[in-house]
């Protein structure tokens, strides 16, 4: 027997409010996936979510910021 699968479809405006306000979340790896969600949608609101989170305490969250830039002057 298949087992179906099911995939929750959201558009990109939707993925970019929801990593817009995922930017200030408690948890480190949720704000990390929220600047590649902007990333990935090319949101106008990545440069300030990355200007944002260059401070972060969390040194995770800073090096996903300096790859992000990178990898932006490098496109």
């Known amino acids: 027997q298949r087992r179906k699968s099911y995939v929750a479809?959201?558009?990109?405006?939707?993925?970019?409010?929801?990593?817009?306000?995922?930017?200030?979340d408690r948890f480190e790896y949720t704000r990390i996936a929220a600047l590649h969600v902007l990333h990935t949608v090319r949101s106008g609101h990545l440069e300030a979510g990355l200007d944002r989170l260059a401070s972060d305490p969390n040194k995770y969250v800073r090096q996903n910021v300096e790859e992000l830039r990178a990898s932006r002057r490098e496109a």
Do not use: R, V
């Open 9 to 24: 479809q959201i558009s990109q405006k939707e993925a970019e409010g929801l990593a817009i306000k995922n930017l200030d």
